[in-house]
């Protein structure tokens, strides 16, 4: 071994990643499904007070993704991956997200292989009816509730756009039905603006069932609440101008550390949006 | 240490209003091997007027479906859950419900899975 290599490349289950210090957690989804679950909105009395966009959310599963034509793909490093599915319309989305809390504010580092796909319906190329695809993470220290998205906008309204984004607004709050809860829509469609720099394209293959698995990690900093960057395969990004969503600390959220992941369709086929593996470290 | 067998629930239908022909979202689940089906009728509900089938449906790829054989009447009674057990079911799975006319379900359903 290299006297400079990292030590988590000598264990073979990690020596794809490279982990801060601490390993928070590293969730490898042939063992199950690891703690992460459907985004639900927030609701008093009836489900109907639910944000419709919300409401509609799914539960994630564990796909072995298989194809009518080619069978069983598999995941990156064995059977069954972390499966977020839209529903069949244009502009829905879903989410999967798993709930910590932080022991200690530092900069923290998640890394995840992921895939993006149409449901494949169609004996066609399909590259264009995935929307977009991302990450979040919804932070809160004892001053600020800070929520750092970045999304890849594939394609908007039949056009390719190859594109990553960010964004620093979120929607009015609503409360709902007089009480302390509230509710706002941060990944809604409005406000979200280019990243510098951050057109990619990325390898969709030739066909929907011909999946190639890419390389995602973001950084960020608990102490300053400051984007740190991100890389997605040969891309890598510093954090000029990226900001995050930003609001007064909220009743009951201290030290709030929920990653999500999310995606859009935009044509009315499923989108599949895959994680093999999430790696979440922290340098402490 | 012991290896306890995975197990999750899946909400595949939160607070919904069935009426008409019903399918739900198709659910990846070749990792487990016993499943349930459960259909609560939302305590809410105006009790419809007669049942309905729920229908499990089985799948080789998440896009062409066959009925499993598996069925079982939602509730009309508000706040009562029915039930449907499958076994070998492959890879995927849905209900199939068709509502008859002018009734509507107001349910939470959920996909109860063991390895």
């Known amino acids: ?284 | 240490m012991a290896t306890l067998r995975n197990t999750y629930t899946a909400v595949i239908a939160r607070g919904e209003r069935w009426a008409g022909q019903v399918y739900t979202e198709p659910y990846e689940a070749a990792w487990a091997s016993e499943a349930v089906f459960f259909i609560h009728l939302m305590p809410d509900s105006t009790p419809p007027s007669e049942t309905a089938v729920a229908r499990v449906q089985i799948s080789p790829d998440g896009l062409h479906w066959v009925n499993e054989g598996t069925e079982f009447e939602l509730p009309t009674v508000p706040d009562a859950v029915s039930f449907g057990r499958v076994l070998n079911f492959g890879g995927w799975l849905r209900l199939a419900v068709a509502v008859p006319n002018s009734c509507v379900f107001k349910v939470v359903a959920t996909l109860s899975l063991k390895a």
Not at chain 1, 195 to 221: A, M, S
């Open chain 1, 1 to 284: 071994m290299r006297s400079d290599s990292h030590p988590a490349h000598g264990d073979p289950r990690l020596s794809r990643f490279d982990p801060m210090e601490r390993v928070i957690y590293f969730d490898d989804f042939d063992q199950g499904m690891n703690g992460w679950t459907c985004l639900v909105g927030n609701y008093q009395d009836s489900l109907d007070t639910m944000t419709t966009s919300y409401a509609r959310h799914t539960q994630p599963m564990l796909s072995q993704i298989t194809h009518w034509d080619s069978g069983t793909h598999g995941s990156f490093d064995g059977t069954y991956a972390l499966k977020i599915a839209t529903r069949p319309v244009a502009g829905e989305r879903n989410t999967a997200i798993k709930r910590v809390t932080f022991r200690k504010a530092s900069r923290i580092r998640v890394e995840t292989y992921f895939a993006c796909k149409p449901e494949a319906n169609e004996l066609k190329l399909s590259d264009k009816d995935v929307r977009t695809f991302g990450v979040l993470f919804d932070l809160q220290d004892r001053q600020q509730r800070v929520m750092p998205h970045l999304r890849y906008l594939n394609t908007l309204n039949g056009e390719r756009r190859h594109q990553w984004q960010f964004k620093q607004r979120t929607t009015p709050f609503r409360a709902i039905g007089g009480s302390e809860i509230v509710t706002h829509d941060h990944l809604s469609p409005e406000d979200w603006e280019d990243v510098p720099g951050g057109h990619q394209n990325l390898c969709y293959n030739e066909i929907p069932t011909k999946i190639n698995w890419h390389y995602l990690r973001f950084d960020f900093d608990l102490v300053n609440m400051c984007w740190l960057g991100f890389q997605c395969n040969d891309l890598v990004m510093d954090p000029s101008g990226l900001e995050s969503i930003k609001m007064p600390a909220m009743a009951n959220l201290d030290c709030m550390l929920n990653l999500a992941f999310f995606c859009e369709s935009d044509t009315a086929k499923r989108t599949f949006f895959y994680l093999d593996s999430v790696l979440l470290s922290g340098d402490f």
